[in-house]
């Protein structure tokens, strides 16, 4: 006749649920890490070839604007309408320049990195702990963890695994009462994580980054570059006002001489009191 107390056959039970739902919660987390460093890339490529050309058609749309303010300086929607675009115009370059300083380098992870973040999330994740420090603790390593996955760095990856073989977050209560409590505990909080984790992935599909994302996939599938053809749009366009921008210009220079021969005087510091 089996022995075994009810308590240890309830905590059996327990870990063995306990430990599928750690396989699974280590690759829903590897899965929203490579959503993300996938969304990462893309925004990046896309400010850098689409985004910079969107802020310099901002730049070039407020000085338009600018060049119009000289013609009837008294204007107060247009007075407006500079302001507006010139605050448009440093928001987009300052954008442009951030995605400039961003790593493109696209790291797709080896069979060896997603098994080394495998075998260590299960272990380390900030859900298993059971105290505020134990978490606190947990989400430092958890975000060095995400930090050398996400950058390929299979050495780091590789020192981490070795470290928690030999972590104490891996060693088991005395009691079996305490051992079931304890994977009671991080049941619940592995399945509240389950919760959280399909709302981040919501929000993110949800996102027009997202749709973007997906509409470039699409077109990649077809042989087309869609960020290269926003590219050469973006491009044409700019072409067009640049000349609008050459001739206003021009109008304003021919304004400015007629009055000078006119008249004897400098126009320009009517227009702008920064000109000399």
């Known amino acids: 006749m089996d022995q075994t107390p009810p308590e240890q056959i309830e905590l059996d039970k327990k870990l063995r649920v306990l430990e599928r739902l750690k396989d699974r919660l280590a690759d829903r987390e590897e899965e929203m890490m490579d959503l993300r460093s996938e969304l990462e890339r893309f925004e990046a490529r896309y400010t850098m070839e689409v ?22 300086p008294d204007d ?38 997603r098994k080394a973040y495998h075998s260590i999330a299960r272990v380390i994740h900030p859900d298993l702990a059971l105290n505020e420090k134990d978490k ?20 780091r990856l590789n020192r981490l695994v070795a470290e928690y073989r030999v972590s104490p977050d891996v060693i088991k209560g005395d009691s079996i009462g305490d051992d ?21 992935k919501t929000a993110a599909e949800s996102s027009e980054l997202f749709e973007l994302f997906k509409r470039s996939a699409a077109e ?48 320009r510091d009517f227009r702008d009191p920064k000109a000399k």
């Open 51 to 72: 985004g910079r050309l969107y802020a310099e058609q901002d730049e070039i749309d407020a000085q338009i604007a600018e060049e119009e303010l000289k013609l009837v």
């Open 76 to 113: 107060e929607e247009i007075k407006k309408r500079v302001e507006e675009l010139r605050r448009l115009a440093e928001e987009s370059a300052a954008r442009a320049k951030a995605a400039e300083e961003k790593a493109l380098e696209k790291w797709e992870p080896t069979v060896e990195a």
């Open 220 to 267: 990649a599938d077809e042989g087309r570059d869609m960020l290269s053809q926003m590219s050469e749009r973006a491009k044409t366009h700019i072409k067009k006002t640049e000349r609008r921008l050459l001739h206003l210009r021009q109008v304003n220079k021919a304004q400015e001489e007629h009055v000078k021969e006119q008249f004897g005087m400098d126009i």
């Open 136 to 155: 606190e603790r947990a989400h430092i390593l958890m975000a060095e963890l995400n930090d050398a996955y996400a950058s390929g760095d299979q050495g």
């Open 180 to 200: 079931l409590v304890r994977a009671i505990r991080q049941i619940y909080q592995v399945t509240r994580r389950f919760a959280e984790l399909r709302d981040e």
